[in-house]
């Protein structure tokens, strides 16, 4: 937390000036409520009242100060929370496709979400409240030591030891915390999956599986948010318990000094207020304290540095072929394929059949970068693909999946992802994608809304979505993995035909569905495991 509030060092220091004004005034009224105490013994009313008019001004001023802090502190927070969001942000897009795969998004989710929200109220905000109270603790201690030093020093030494004290028990909560915020990832994965899943269920009947699934993985949640809100609670009980301690052993020392004529009887009112400004503020900086203990854990994930990859070269355009030479690829010990040879040119049109699982979308996983650990070679003009950056690949390279994902917006913000392109590319693109007849039906043509994850669209219309897409931003290897299979057969053939004939295209179609005669048109057709024709 102290490295990121840091940068807020400006903004800071502006609050740090408001706090200090308004403490300024709260500590004049003490010294006016002090002098009163001495005007009521000489029974001057006329000076009684000249202070209660002031004071009432200052708390006038002081409500409005109050408000304007307000204000600026969730100015301030808004700004500092919109970084915390841009921490993550970067986090998310430095991680590589692959290991965006392995992580869960229930879990991304719930930093932006749950983590986000806790280190704002047990973090930023107590930060702001702790500087409250070091001013409050400060002038306190200014204003007791001037009246009398031995009263500051007694109340030091009873509350201090208060302060030293709470340390031992901030770990506690600490490590608590850190087991919240793993359940609160938990419990998001979980509610998001079963969101995703509660049509299924629905359609077979198995409704109390999504109620069982939430239910238990809350009960979860509950209960450790109780343990650390107990574990706080625990913490908070002894700070107190030993500041009671305290307080007794101040009142006993100023009524004591009162009664011996130490210090005078005025200073009893004021004199109090005071030591319970200074009391009451290390008491709260304790609390503070074991609260912002339990922010650390959200703050070192919001801050973890992105993962650090060994930087590598930007892969060249690829001008020649492409190779697997003697390509082994085994999902832990499961192995799907063994020395594998296959080559593609660049421009060349490419089938790839093979039986369900025997490793078509692997292969191009790996081409993609997508999966490293393989054995043998895989070579882009003859050089190792390892030397290259395996993120650079994407930019040459367009991948077709089988389940396409489409953002919740309009087609066209689908298809161009908010790039300018001329309308004459556009309009190539939903030729060749089989598309652009499909738009007619559309009311609102290319403004239509796709609805959540493409909802409102066919599977088809869909996947010509993803071509179109591809297809747009000239990407010249184009991998579609069985995307046309949700096609009707005339717009997959147009697709087909269509990527068939784009000269610029090296098109690497993997299909369930070649027919014999078809195979003539592609430069070379795979079959996983044989050789089908060259
Ligand atoms: N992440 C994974 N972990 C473990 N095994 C996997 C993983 N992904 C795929 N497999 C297995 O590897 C084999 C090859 O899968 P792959 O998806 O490459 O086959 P495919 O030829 O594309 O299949 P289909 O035609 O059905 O899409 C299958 O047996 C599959 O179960």
Redesign the pocket.
């Given at each position: 937390m102290k490295s990121f509030m840091k940068h807020y060092k400006f903004e800071s220091s502006i609050i740090f000036f408001e706090l200090l004004f308004q403490n300024l005034l709260l500590l004049g009224s003490t010294l006016i409520t002090m002098y009163m105490a001495k005007l009521v013994m000489e029974g001057d009313l006329r000076g009684i009242l000249i202070c209660s008019a002031g004071i009432m001004i200052l708390y006038l001023i002081l409500h409005l100060l109050f408000w304007s802090y307000d204000v600026h502190l969730t100015k301030v927070i808004a700004k500092i929370n919109q970084a915390m969001r841009e921490n993550l942000n970067h986090q998310m897009l430095s991680k590589s496709v692959e290991q965006l795969k392995k992580g869960d998004s229930g879990e991304y989710l719930s930093w932006y979400i749950n983590d986000l929200k806790e280190a704002e109220e047990k973090g930023i905000r107590n930060f702001y409240d702790a500087i409250d109270e070091i001013i409050k603790l400060v002038l306190g201690i200014i204003v007791l030591g001037a009246i009398n030093w031995r009263l500051l020093l007694c109340t030091l030494i009873t509350t201090g030891m208060v302060y030293v004290l709470s340390h031992r028990f901030g770990n506690d909560v600490k490590q608590e915390s850190e087991k919240v915020s793993a359940i609160w990832e938990k419990f998001t994965k979980a509610v998001k999956e079963q969101i995703g899943g509660v049509r299924v269920l629905k359609y077979f009947g198995y409704q109390d599986r999504f109620q069982r699934q939430i239910e238990g993985e809350s009960k979860e949640l509950e209960k450790q948010r109780y343990i650390y809100v107990k574990t706080q609670g625990k913490a908070t009980l002894k700070i107190r318990g030993i500041n009671s301690v305290a307080s007794f052993v101040n009142n006993m020392v100023l009524f004591g000094m009162c009664a011996l004529r130490v210090i005078p009887a005025e200073i009893f009112f004021g004199g109090g207020n005071l030591i319970n400004q200074v009391k009451n503020s290390i008491l709260t900086l304790s609390e503070l304290r074991v609260a912002m203990d339990g922010a650390r854990p959200y703050f070192e994930k919001i801050n973890r540095m992105a993962e650090e990859t060994e930087k590598k070269k930007e892969l060249p355009m690829i001008n020649n072929e492409i190779e697997f030479r003697n390509l082994s690829f085994a999902?832990?010990e499961?192995p799907?394929f063994e020395n594998l040879n296959l080559k593609f040119k660049v421009g060349g049109k490419y089938g790839i059949i093979?039986?369900?699982?025997?490793?078509?979308?692997?292969?191009?996983?790996i081409l993609l970068g997508q999966l490293t650990s393989y054995s043998g070679e895989l070579l882009f003009d003859g050089v190792d693909a390892a030397v290259y950056d395996t993120e650079s690949f994407y930019r040459q390279m367009a991948y077709i999946e089988?389940n396409v994902f489409l953002f919740h917006t309009t087609i066209r913000e689908n298809i161009t992802l908010g790039a300018e392109f001329q309308k004459e590319e556009l309009e190539e693109a939903l030729r060749n994608s089989a598309l652009y007849e499909d738009l007619k039906s559309f009311p609102q043509g290319l403004d239509t809304d796709v609805g959540e994850n493409g909802d409102c669209l066919s599977g088809g219309q869909k996947q010509r979505v993803a071509v179109a897409r591809a297809l747009i931003h000239k990407r010249n290897i184009l991998v579609v993995?069985?995307g046309t299979s949700a096609l009707d057969k005339i717009n997959a053939k147009k697709i087909e035909t269509a990527l068939l004939k784009s000269k610029d295209v090296t098109l690497l179609f993997?299909s369930?569905h070649l027919e014999e005669k078809d195979m003539q048109k592609y430069t070379n057709v795979y079959c996983?495991g044989e050789k089908v024709a060259q």
């Open positions: 999902y832990s499961k799907v093979g039986k369900s699982g025997s490793g078509k979308t692997t292969l191009l996983k089988q993995d069985e993997v369930h996983l």
